[in-house]
C-alpha cells in the first residue's frame, strides 16, 4: 500500500523557518520524482517545487531563494526547508509522488504564518 505521510507544519511568525518531512511507503521512493504542492483557502493547489530521481529542483517563483527541496533516498524521505516565512505561504502543504504518469498523495500537513 502507497502511503505519503507529511509532517512538520505548525504555527510560525512572519520571518520564521518551518521543514517540512514526507516519508514514503510502498513505492521505489528513489525512482519517483517528488514533489510539494499547497493549497491557502478559497486558491487552487498550486506547485511549490519539484526534485526529480537525479535530484535537479524547480521552484515556483514566489519561493525562490526562501524555500529548498531535498531528499534523502536511503529514509524514503523528502524535505521542504522553508525561510523567511511570509503570511501569503500560509496553506496545507501537500506530498506527491510521481513516476511515469502515476501520481500519489499525501494527506498534507498545514502551515500557518502570523502577521
Known amino acids: 500500500q502507497v502511503q505519503l505521510v507529511e509532517s512538520g507544519g505548525g504555527l510560525v511568525q512572519a520571518g520564521g523557518s518551518l521543514r517540512l518531512s514526507c516519508t514514503a511507503s510502498?513505492?521505489?521512493?528513489?525512482?519517483?520524482?517528488m514533489r510539494w504542492y499547497r493549497q491557502a483557502p478559497g486558491k487552487q493547489r498550486e506547485l511549490v517545487a519539484t526534485?526529480?530521481?537525479?535530484?535537479?529542483?524547480i521552484y515556483t517563483n514566489s519561493v525562490k531563494g526562501r524555500f529548498t527541496i531535498s531528499r534523502d533516498n536511503a529514509k524514503n524521505t523528502l524535505y521542504l526547508q522553508m525561510n523567511s516565512l511570509k503570511p501569503e505561504d500560509t496553506a496545507v502543504y501537500y506530498c506527491?509522488?510521481?513516476?511515469?504518469?502515476?501520481?500519489?498523495w499525501g494527506k498534507g500537513t498545514l502551515v500557518n504564518v502570523s502577521s
Open positions: 506527491n509522488a510521481g513516476n511515469y504518469g502515476i501520481y500519489y
Open positions: 510502498g513505492i521505489i521512493f528513489s525512482i519517483n520524482a
Open positions: 526534485i526529480t530521481s537525479d535530484s535537479s529542483t
